[in-house]
Structures are given as C-alpha cells and as structure tokens.
C-alpha cells in the first residue's frame, strides 16, 4: 500500500482508440504529477497540479489531456497516440511548499499498438 | 539540459560489501535532495533524503552524503543485500518545486 493508486496497471490501445489512466492519493498531499519513463530515459515529468491547478505542462503534446477534478484524483486522457508512446506512466503526489518526497504510483504499462 | 546526473549507468557490488551510488547537478539553487529505489515495471519507491544544510543524512543501512562545493551526492548502502539489487535514482528540488531526476543506476548485489 504505497498511498497512490494507479489503475489499470497494464493497457494495450490502438492509435485510434480513447482511454484513460486514474490515479487516487490517500495521503493527503495538495500535488499531483504525471511522470514518463521510456526505456534508458531519466524520468520525464509531464504535468504538475497544485491545488487542482495546472502549474506546468512540458511541452506534452496534445493527445495527452490531464484532468485533476480534486486534489485526491488525477487522470491522463489518452487519444490518437503513436507506437513511440508506448512507455511506463508513473502518477506521484506530494506536499507543495514543503520539502518532502514524492510518492509514486506503481505505475501503467501502456502499450499502443 | 540535464542538471541531475548519474554517470554510471550500471554498479555490481557482492553481497556485504558497501554499495557507493553516485549522483552530480548542477543548478546551485538545489536545497532538497533525494534517493529512490525502483523495481522493474513498479513505481519509484523513496529511500532517503537530504536538506541542503546537512552534508550527512543516516537511516538503517543506507546515507546520503552531500557535498555542496563540489555539487555532488552518493548513497551509501552498508552492507549491500540482494534485495537492494534494482535501479536507483537521485533527484533534487529547488525551493520545493518540482523533482528533477538523473538517469538511474542499475545495481546487482552479487552473492
């Protein structure tokens, strides 16, 4: 029990298909991330929500869509992708103004075929 | 611009001995530092952190070591498990803002 959930845990989609990937933080934290890690990559930060806003998009391009409806919840919509999107999606949450960790989902394992 | 770096991108190390995890940044506005552990196909898992006002942070087998004129740290894991065998990650913020991670480094503990 990590304190961030990541639903599913796996998912294989054709570039023509719509999907989303949830997550869910249990501890209370007022941030939430979304985090990509393709193979022998650092991890890559997508989008940062603080207080439910976005705070940061880096340069994600738009067949990635967050919805962040509260501060517990955070989705990636996910329409048209491509073959190189294929990668490890990792949800993190954490407390802003405070020098704590990030905690980390176990992540979706996104296949588009 | 990768401000965090990791520079071995693989480490094997025998089982009781000290495993070293080295880690370099470069933006001197940095103040929080930390490690994560991370198990193919899982989520990071959090090991330990540093503030920049310490330049040693101990917890149980492992401690971070941070030195700022150098703008360096490591992780230092003593003595090396076979559990300890998976990828990890030194990451730092700057005034609480958002993580910047290196690369990772793959580390076998062999029997």
């Known amino acids: 029990e990590t304190g961030v959930t990541q639903t599913p845990r796996h998912l294989v989609m054709g570039m023509t298909n719509k999907k989303s990937l949830k997550c869910e933080q249990h501890?209370?934290?007022?941030?939430m991330y979304w985090y990509k890690q393709s193979a022998k990559k650092p991890l890559e930060l997508m989008f940062v929500?603080?207080?439910?806003?976005?705070?940061e998009n880096n340069s994600v391009p738009s067949r990635f869509s967050p919805e962040c409806p509260n501060s517990s919840h955070l989705f990636l919509h996910l329409h048209t992708l491509q073959p190189e999107d294929s990668a490890l999606y990792l949800c993190?949450?954490?407390?802003?103004?405070?020098?704590?960790?990030?905690?980390f989902g176990q992540g979706t394992r996104l296949t588009v075929v | 611009d990768q401000q965090v770096k990791q520079n071995s991108p693989s480490l094997s190390v025998q089982e009781g001995r000290i495993s070293i995890l080295n880690c370099d940044y470069t933006?001197?506005?940095?103040?929080?530092f930390l490690w994560y552990k991370k198990y193919p196909a899982e989520g990071p898992t959090f090991l330990i952190s540093i503030s920049s006002i310490k330049d040693k942070n101990e917890d149980g087998r492992f401690t971070v070591f941070l030195n700022k004129s150098a703008k360096h740290l490591s992780l230092h894991i003593v003595p090396s498990q076979p559990g300890d065998s998976a990828v990890y990650f030194c990451a730092a913020s700057a005034r609480a803002q958002k993580l910047v991670f290196g690369q990772g480094t793959r580390l076998t503990i062999n029997p």
């Open positions: 933006n001197s506005m940095f103040d929080y």
């Open positions: 929500y603080n207080f439910k806003e976005q705070t």
């Open positions: 993190a949450s954490s407390q802003v103004r405070d020098a704590s960790p990030a905690f």
């Open positions: 501890l209370g934290h007022n941030a």
